[in-house]
């Protein structure tokens, strides 16, 4: 929503609906606008890991951090002001809130997901006897379920085991 809003063109569709009140959105000022771009901005990063191990050790960066204590500030409507403006986390709450219970977005999605159906006329005549027939019935009646549970639980420990203790799998051959 705010990525919608702030970073689309003047002349964006979804834009000027805000701005004049069209399709179900709510009217929006534009101080209303600017106030989700100054947010947009501030709950964005532009970090990204750099390799796999940032990626995996979730290193913290700290611009993302910032970013992810504006978000929690915008999302819990705190009262005070954002830094280097006059307007407060409460303020992009507000606005924030007022479109969500429009539903604007949602009318979005759901236009955009029209699926075409086709009513395709077929008589009694055209079913085959194999497409009327039901499905196999499996018999499970001569599985031994604690066998197979048995398997899986010694399975999973031995797993366990040889992942964690890394010098025990050299005294075996076989892989794990």
């Known amino acids: 929503m705010l990525h919608a809003l702030s970073t689309q063109n003047i002349e964006s569709a979804v834009r000027q609906d805000f701005l004049h009140g069209l399709r179900g959105a709510p009217r929006l000022s534009q101080e209303d606008i600017e106030i989700l771009k100054t947010f947009h901005r501030l709950t964005t990063s532009t970090k990204r890991p ?3 191990l940032e990626f ?19 999302m819990e409507g705190e009262r005070k ?3 280097g403006t006059n307007i407060t986390y409460y303020d992009g709450k507000a606005i924030i809130s007022r479109i ?18 086709e009513n395709i006329p077929i008589s009694p005549s055209q079913l085959t006897p194999s497409s ?18 048995a398997r899986k639980i010694l399975y999973e420990k031995l797993v366990t085991y040889f992942t ?8 075996f051959p076989f892989p794990v």
């Open 100 to 117: 969500l219970r429009s539903g604007y977005f949602s009318q979005l999605r759901l236009n955009n997901a029209k699926v075409k159906h």
């Open 164 to 171: 964690h203790c890394p010098d025990v799998t050299k005294k």
């Open 81 to 83: 002001s954002v830094p």
């Open 50 to 52: 750099k390799n796999l």
């Open 132 to 149: 009327q027939t039901t499905p196999k019935r499996i018999d499970y009646q001569d599985v031994d379920v604690d066998s197979l549970l």
């Open 56 to 74: 995996v050790m979730n290193a913290p960066i700290e611009e993302n951090l910032k970013a992810s204590e504006h978000f929690k500030f915008l």
